[in-house]
């Protein structure tokens, strides 16, 4: 029997787009052929969904799932907002949401849990289907807010819960990226700085003007992107630190995600440039 190596799974998982699991097994039951593995592969339905793989999934959910101290939020991708309201991909979603919180999986571990699920859902609905991102939080308290279906915040923390919830709210409109200025790391701090200063160079300002400058949009940046430190939308005139203060509540981690971050979306084409390449052949 021939040795399934790690270049033989990559390969295949290349040309096929089919997850690892699906990959190893097809090998080892082709003796590691690669030509053999994708024939079976087609046969049984795997290489179908593969084959949809190739589609971008920019749409999608984000579902939440929370249970006393744990929270989860799960991105589960499709290609059009179609079928992100389909029921059936609404169970999907949930599925693997509650999986999740089950037993904290990593991303790894639930898409492996559910290649055949997701394999079922694409041969059914026809659409490319990705379990993406996975994030957790935990802490004394947590809480959540889901803006429509694309955006999702999980909050841990102490104190009061409903406060709790009206930060998840600011976090999905503001998106902070850190709790405290301190927890900004030195290199982002550094590049930050290093782009303030060539800007300011560039702007032809004297040295003492332009080093009063770096410092105040150093400032502005570090209120941008840390939580305690951004204008807390429902009361602008207090910063989230005064407010949770205030109402004697704390922030120990949260999460927030957004559909489609980070996906280059493949730009439309007109029906007429549509007519015109299937004319060219």
Do not use: W
Not at 197 to 215: L, Q, S, T
Not at 216 to 232: A, C, D, H, T, Y
């Amino acid at each position: 029997m021939a040795i399934v190596t790690t270049a033989l799974i990559k390969e295949l998982r290349e040309r096929t787009a089919a997850g690892i699991i699906k990959c190893k097994t097809a090998l080892v039951e082709s003796d590691g052929c690669i030509e053999l593995a994708i024939e079976n592969m087609r046969k049984s339905g795997a290489a179908k969904a593969a084959k949809k793989a190739g589609n971008i999934a920019a749409e999608g959910t984000i579902t939440i799932k929370n249970v006393n101290d744990v929270a989860v939020l799960v991105e589960i991708n499709c290609q059009t907002d179609f079928v992100a309201k389909d029921d059936s991909f609404t169970v999907f979603a949930n599925s693997v949401a509650d999986a999740a919180l089950t037993s904290k999986s990593t991303i790894e571990e639930l898409q492996a849990q559910f290649e055949e699920a997701r394999i079922a859902l694409v041969t059914k609905i026809g659409e490319n289907i990705s379990i993406r991102r996975v994030r957790y939080v935990q802490g004394v308290l947590t809480a959540s807010y889901r803006h429509g279906e694309r955006i999702g915040v999980i909050v841990a923390g102490a104190g009061d819960k409903t406060i709790l919830q009206r930060i998840a709210m600011h976090i999905a409109a503001s998106r902070p990226e850190y709790i405290n200025p301190k927890d900004i790391p030195a290199d982002i701090i550094a590049k930050e700085q290093q782009i303030q200063v060539e800007i300011a160079m560039n702007e032809g300002k004297p040295h003492g003007i332009a080093e009063k400058i770096v410092i105040g949009r150093m400032n502005k940046f570090i209120s941008e992107v840390s939580l305690l430190s951004q204008p807390f939308i429902m009361e602008p005139k207090s910063s989230v630190g005064e407010f949770l203060k205030e109402k004697n509540t704390s922030v120990s981690n949260f999460a927030r995600l957004e559909v489609g971050e980070g996906i280059e979306k493949a730009p439309k084409i007109s029906y007429a440039d549509e007519i015109a390449a299937v004319q060219k052949g």
